[in-house]
């Protein structure tokens, strides 16, 4: 590759336009430099990096994890919530109960372990070992499946 001559004496004269060229591209770098995705400092080195370091990479994955955590106990709580309150009716002798007056105890209808359509077209819902069916007045057909 031939060089030009005096391409070193335009780069470094300030009024050169190869040398403005090659500021400006160097501020545009610094401009546009990756930020840390937790501390959200800059990041040097190899431009796939996305964490400054290996302290914010190691807290940055310790919180995802533990908000994963706080979810997943939060849903089997309401879980074990609804099926205490289903197997309550069951030890009363009922069936069926009024769906506002569980949801008031704290009842939570989204909270499910399964689902399946019946033959008759009504959607069977299950807690665990409970099934019951839901309306907008009532659940009802509450019972426990045998174990198979």
């Known amino acids: 590759m031939k060089r030009n001559p005096d391409h070193g004496e335009r780069l470094a ?9 090659g500021v400006m591209a160097y501020l545009r770098r610094e401009e546009e430099a990756p930020r840390c995705l937790h501390c959200g400092g800059e990041v040097y080195g190899r431009t796939d990096k996305v ?27 309401n879980l074990q ?7 309550a009716i ?16 704290g009842f939570k209808p989204a909270c499910i ?5 019946r ?7 299950r807690c665990f070992d409970i099934s019951y069916s839901l ?6 057909r509450i019972c426990r499946i045998s174990a198979v």
């Open 113 to 117: 372990t399964g689902f399946r359509k």
């Open 51 to 77: 964490f400054c370091s290996q302290a914010c990479k190691d807290r940055y994955h310790y919180l995802q994890k533990a908000e994963s955590d706080r979810y997943r106990r939060r849903v089997l709580m």
């Open 81 to 87: 919530y609804n099926y205490s309150l289903l197997d």
């Open 119 to 125: 033959r008759d077209g009504h959607i069977e819902y």
């Open 135 to 140: 309306s907008d007045a009532r659940i009802y």
């Open 13 to 21: 004269n300030p009024d050169s336009k190869a040398h403005i060229r």
């Open 90 to 105: 069951l030890a009363r002798g009922e069936d069926s109960r009024v769906r506002e007056d569980l949801e008031e105890l």
